[in-house]
């Protein structure tokens, strides 16, 4: 399990390295990123103020999570390494310290005498929060971006269905100078949509090879984990109880969000077509019905650009992990 992690935040150091990450975060940081959609309008504001309370709210849950799990999975083995006396002045013979993590020790120093005990706990307390570090902080900024994506998305949706209605209402149709205002609204919308399909497009190109290495990992760590808790033991919920909780939430909360990037952007077809374009003039019949056409392939995100990110596949891998998880069960008990 620990070669896993390790291997997993491994490959998001080498994603982080790469140009289209680079390119990504910049983009993120100072063009696509709500703070500087929020002075548009009334709504434009508010959805930038959800946004900003959701991220804060969720980076004060994740860092949470953090500082218990790093507390636990290090803290435990020391405990009971004290609590079977092997700190004191005569531990039980031939009895070796537990760790967070094993490694080689020449001579088993580390885990036969209480120096090299002491000195491996205090070495793995910053490779765990490292560890910790590269599986959580990287999801937190994929979580962030997905919710400013989600905030562009019910932006432009709400900027469709308050399009204003004609004026001269017998007539049902918009005057000359109405037209001008509402094609300029219809520019501006097919700007904001361009926008956003380039920033998906470059979150694709970025984290593609990342969604798939999560997945693949995941499949794996699950079905470890489970069985690490298979024994039900104080012991087993201490130390293994925070990391499941972590990994499981991170697989859900991230194929949750960009669930809803795509069904977000499956509502904009509708959205569309309410606006109306029956009281506008043949020019902007046609930018409407452009538009209509654009917002017909939603938007999505898809590991290694062949497997959707989404419910689905969380769902999949979920499922295949329980599978695992009571075969593998199933022939220990019948041994």
Sequence with gaps: MCMFLAFLVMHRLVVARSDNYHEMVR??????????YKDRSKYSAKVYATVHVVSGVLTFYVQCQMVIGMFLFNLKPLFNNYSRGLFGDRPAPNATFEQAVYYYSPGDFAYTTKEGGVLLFVGNIPLTGFITLGICVFDLLVSTITLQILGHLEIL????????????????MYSIEENVQ?????????????????????CTEALSDYMFC???????????????????????????????IVVFQQLIQLSVLFELINSKSVHLIDAVYFVPWESMNTSNRRT?????????????????????VGVNTMAAILKTTFSYYMMLTTVASER
């Design 27 to 36: 983009d993120y940081l100072f063009d696509f990123h709500l703070f500087y």
């Design 157 to 172: 949706k709400h900027s469709l269905l308050t399009m204003p209605l004609p004026k001269d209402v017998k007539r049902g």
């Design 182 to 202: 509402i094609r300029q609204l219809l520019k501006e919308i097919i700007q904001h949509h361009g926008v956003i399909v380039k920033f998906v497009d470059k």
């Design 214 to 244: 999560f997945y693949f990992i995941m499949q794996l760590i699950t079905c470890i984990l489970l069985l690490e808790l298979s024994a039900v033991t104080w012991d087993a919920l201490a130390r293994y109880g925070p990391l499941n």
């Design 288 to 308: 409407a019905l452009l538009l209509l056409h654009r917002v017909q392939t939603p938007l999505s995100l898809k590991a290694g650009k062949m497997v959707p």
